[in-house]
């Protein structure tokens, strides 16, 4: 069984992210804080440690909150939810690999796929791995 991790979770408060982060927490009992706005990004981020930092790119602050986690500890655990590749790493998969932990989902994605990156993150390769490469 794979331990419980504290999750700060990057969305706007709508139902489909309650559901996720309900499901990740009764379910497979992760502590999942859901944050809406840069503000609350920097508070709860400076005084918590968190294991996995969830962002959704769909936010108008998703970018800047992950610029922002990097700044501090760019080894953070990040699972980014993006359609869009001007979110990818510049550089490519493979700096992102060598450089970053983060996995990214492309939505729409099942749940399961969600969980299993946040229950095997460091067991787990990006599934987009090199989808952006030499766009």
Do not use: W
């Not at 609350?40 to 602050?61: M, P």
């Not at 501090?72 to 359609?83: G, K």
């Not at 970053?100 to 299993?116: A, Q």
């Amino acid at each position: 069984m794979n331990k419980s991790k504290k999750i700060l979770y990057i969305d706007n408060d709508d139902f489909q992210t309650e559901m996720r982060a309900q499901l990740l927490s009764d379910v497979h009992n992760h502590e999942v804080v859901i944050v809406e706005s840069f503000e609350e990004v920097e508070i709860l981020y400076a005084k918590n440690k968190f294991d996995l930092v969830i962002i959704d790119f769909s936010r108008d602050f998703g970018l800047k909150s992950l610029q922002y986690i990097d700044s501090i500890d760019p080894f953070q655990h990040m699972i980014t939810i993006s359609e869009n590749e001007e979110y990818s790493e510049q550089q490519g998969c493979d700096y992102c690999i060598a450089h970053h932990r983060r996995r990214r989902l492309i939505p729409p994605f099942p749940f399961p796929e969600l969980v299993r990156l946040v229950s095997n993150f460091d067991l787990s390769v990006c599934p987009v791995k090199h989808k952006f490469d030499n766009l």
